[in-house]
């Protein structure tokens, strides 16, 4: 069945660093792929999502490029914030009798100090 | 916009007990998910109705867990009896369709002792 490994956390920087979370999938079939974020005590917030090999995703400074030859797709921000600092799951969404499910990594905590 | 609504936030209760989670989806979606999250884990998917019949409840432990979703609108998911491996974050999320971008609630944090 699909699947999705994300890097093991917690990963902790600091203030301005480069952030790379690394995903990789299993899927039959030709999946969309998103990143979530769960900021402490809120719900699960769409980060940015790619449909189609080759696309890049990008929001609020973060990117992810769909790569088929890789099944990857890694989260990367150049300069991160302490604001930044919140659990991140990667997912892939395959369309199943025309219905979205999506299947989740396990999350990564990203701890990001001053 | 008012997002997915759930209640309670927290909850505790003994093994072999009962509980019931609500959830108001945003107006106006017709698909409506129940997801669990157990701690260090992605979310899984437990049930998904499309307006008040059920698309899919393969994950779905029908012996013990059942939802519904009557005029399509809220939904409400019960546990009877709870075991310990139930505590999780229970999360409600919607969508205008089955092929559009869910919005979730922000959980029920339901533990068993």
């Known amino acids: 069945g699909n699947s999705v490994t994300q890097m093991e956390g917690p990963v902790t920087l600091s203030e301005e660093a480069f952030l790379t979370i690394n995903c990789t999938y299993t899927a039959t079939g030709y999946p969309s792929l998103f990143w979530y974020v769960q900021y402490p005590g809120e719900g699960l917030q769409l980060l940015l999502k790619?449909?189609?090999?080759?696309d890049k995703g990008s929001n609020k400074g973060f990117e992810a490029t769909y790569r088929k030859e890789t099944t990857s797709f890694h989260l990367e921000k150049g300069s991160v914030q302490v604001s930044d600092s919140a659990v991140y799951f990667c997912a892939l969404s395959d369309r199943i009798q025309g219905a979205q499910k999506l299947v989740f990594g396990q999350g990564t905590r990203l701890t990001i100090n001053p | 916009e008012a997002g997915v609504a759930q209640s309670p936030r927290y909850k505790i209760i003994e093994k072999r007990q009962s509980v019931a989670f609500w959830c108001n989806p945003i107006?106006?979606?017709?698909?409506l998910y129940w997801y669990q999250q157990i701690l260090g884990q992605g979310p899984k998917l437990l049930i998904q109705f499309q307006n008040n019949g059920v698309v899919d409840d393969s994950q779905l432990p029908k012996d013990r867990f059942s939802a519904e979703r009557l005029k399509g609108v809220d939904s409400t998911l019960k546990i009877q009896p709870a075991k310990l491996e139930d505590s999780a974050v229970y999360l409600c999320a919607s969508s205008l369709d089955r092929i559009y971008e869910q919005y979730f609630g922000p959980g029920t944090r339901l533990t068993v002792t």
């Open positions: 107006s106006g979606h017709a698909t």
């Open positions: 790619a449909t189609k090999a080759d």
